[in-house]
């Protein structure tokens, strides 16, 4: 009678057994996993973005997969290979160009994975909802600022990113229709600087060769303007020519607060980050359709006064 009480323990115990490892087996394959190619971290902007992505992921039990792309559209066409072989849920993607990455999102989609971008984005009808700066509108923006401070007219350089990126293109045609609504700004170059600062120097140093005097100076990323701030020092020419920057991280705090600059564009990055993750997490988990296209909030920071929020999108633009 003992023994056969015996057995029958070691059977339920069994059982237990089998149905607990069994649960632990649902809840690992319930696990989201989400890629993430995103751009390197260069610089505030994209630190942010990135902390707010992983943080929000974090918070919902999201397991993120994230590799920096390098801007090399062949590293993150083999990058994408390989998050694909990692049984995804969802693909997040800032596109180091916006054509080249056209056949990874296909074959993702293929797959059954939807896809998202942010930052960057692509030039494909399958993504589901591109997040970021509507920088068209930024560019618009920042030249009009630019404008005002300078009475009205005057020369203007525009140092821009990676030429054939979407968010760079779209800056340079919002600059491009600002100039072209008020001849009386004359943009003397857009110089492609590739988010270093050593070639935003020598852009400048070459610009101001060729036009000593120029009048203002805007830069799409603070990750360049310090060469910018270099190049006009050494020419004596802090006092005449103004710059405008994106971003708002302690670099240019500063130089806001010693006169380097006469403003900084603060770009949301953070939670941009944080709403995207959302917007992905909501759709593979409820189904909820995202809207196209999600716009982060930009403010401009001056030395005086509180900041302010640009008014966008100009028209009825979109990417």
């Given at each position: 009678m003992k023994s056969i009480l015996t057995k029958s323990l070691v059977v339920i115990f069994l059982l237990i057994a089998i149905l607990v490892s069994g649960c632990a087996g649902s809840a690992e394959d319930d696990q989201?996993?989400?890629?993430?190619?995103?751009?390197?971290?260069?610089?505030?902007?994209?630190?942010?973005?990135?902390?707010?992505?992983?943080d929000r992921a974090e918070e919902l039990g999201v397991t993120l997969v994230h590799?920096?792309?390098?801007?090399?559209?062949?590293?993150?066409?083999?990058?994408?290979?390989?998050?694909?072989?990692?049984?995804?849920d969802a693909l997040l993607i800032?596109?180091?160009?916006?054509?080249?990455?056209?056949?990874?999102?296909d074959k993702a989609t293929e797959m059954g994975i939807p896809v998202f971008t942010i930052d960057s984005a692509a030039n494909s009808e399958k993504v589901m909802n591109h997040t970021g700066n509507d920088l068209y509108c930024i560019g618009y923006r920042e030249m009009e600022y630019l404008a005002e401070q300078m009475g009205g007219a005057g020369?203007?350089?525009?140092?821009?990113?990676?030429?054939?990126?979407?968010?760079?293109?779209?800056?340079t045609d919002g600059v491009e229709e600002y100039v072209?609504?008020?001849?009386?700004?004359?943009?003397?170059?857009?110089?492609?600087?590739?988010?270093?600062?050593?070639?935003?120097?020598?852009?400048?140093?070459?610009?101001?060769?060729?036009?000593?005097d120029l009048a203002g100076?805007?830069?799409?990323?603070?990750?360049?303007?310090?060469?910018?701030?270099?190049?006009?020092?050494?020419?004596?020419?802090?006092?005449?020519?103004?710059?405008?920057?994106?971003?708002?991280?302690?670099?240019?705090?500063?130089?806001?607060?010693?006169?380097?600059?006469?403003?900084?564009?603060e770009w949301s990055s953070y939670a941009g980050g944080q709403a995207q993750m959302q917007r992905i997490y909501d759709y593979v988990v409820d189904g909820t359709e995202p809207p196209g296209f999600s716009a982060l909030v930009v403010y401009v920071h001056t030395p005086d006064g509180e900041p302010f929020e640009i008014d966008c999108p100009i028209g009825d633009w979109s990417p």
């Open positions: 989201i996993v989400i890629g993430f190619s995103g751009a390197d971290l260069l610089d505030d902007f994209q630190i942010q973005l990135h902390k707010g992505i992983s590799i920096e792309n390098g801007n090399d559209p062949v590293k993150q066409a083999s990058d994408i290979e390989d998050l694909l072989a990692q049984d995804l800032t596109a180091a160009n916006p054509d080249a990455i056209g056949p990874s999102i020369k203007v350089l525009h140092v821009n990113g990676v030429p054939g990126m979407a968010i760079v293109t779209w800056n072209t609504e008020y001849p009386d700004i004359e943009l003397v170059q857009t110089a492609y600087a590739n988010w270093d600062p050593a070639q935003a120097l020598a852009a400048t140093e070459d610009i101001l060769i060729a036009h000593p100076v805007y830069v799409i990323s603070e990750v360049m303007t310090q060469g910018v701030i270099q190049a006009l020092a050494a020419q004596g020419l802090s006092d005449q020519v103004k710059v405008i920057s994106g971003g708002y991280a302690p670099e240019s705090q500063e130089w806001l607060a010693n006169g380097e600059i006469i403003a900084a564009f």
